[in-house]
């Protein structure tokens, strides 16, 4: 859907399993906590908090 198509025409396409999981934490409204912050921050509007940090 529309984050894929945003994402690939920015030349930022993250791998399947990790969109999904981005765009389950988009339509709950949630926080996104995990160490892979490089590739779920390209989601515009999606909240990530690294939990090493």
């Given at each position: 859907?529309?984050?894929?198509?945003?994402?690939?025409?920015?030349?930022?396409?993250?791998?399947?399993?990790?969109?999904f999981i981005a765009a389950h934490a988009c339509a709950l409204g949630t926080t996104l906590v995990?160490?892979?912050?490089?590739e779920f921050n390209r989601i515009r509007g999606l909240k990530v908090e690294n939990w090493l940090a």
């Open positions: 859907g529309g984050l894929r198509a945003e994402l690939e025409a920015a030349g930022q396409t993250i791998g399947h399993n990790d969109l995990t160490a892979n912050t490089g």
